[in-house]
């Protein structure tokens, strides 16, 4: 089984819809084999995204992720990554089908609701940064 990172962001959390995207990870048949809560501090925040670091995007980024709580999870399942990419939709809410979690419960392109990882290398690298090995059940 393929594992992905999710991240519900802050402005979704704020917005009580993490329970709506729980609920659709589930129904697309993703597991989740791991989940916390947790505040990214500033510099927390700028080492997961370190590789945007020097693009124009990152303050804001930066700023977006650790407005308030988030819940982060790992995700199993059959081409895990490749289908939460798909659920997720888009990065623009207004460009992402409908259905998907971006088009649902995204504001904008900056606060579209939910991260994901984007190929193996970023899930295995992503997964430990905010997981050890106790952590995911299998």
Known sequence: MEKTLSIIKPEAVSRGLSGKIIAAIEQDGLKIVAQKMLRLSHE????????????????????NITAGPVIIQV???ENAI?????????????????GTLRRSYGVSIEKNAVHGSDCEESAEREIAFFFNHLEILE
């Open 82 to 98: 490749e289908k939460y990419r798909r659920l997720m939709g888009n990065t623009n809410p207004a460009a992402a089908e409908d």
């Open 75 to 77: 995700l199993a399942g």
């Open 44 to 63: 927390e925040a700028a080492r997961f995204y370190a590789v945007h670091q020097n693009k124009a995007f990152f303050d804001e980024l930066i700023e």
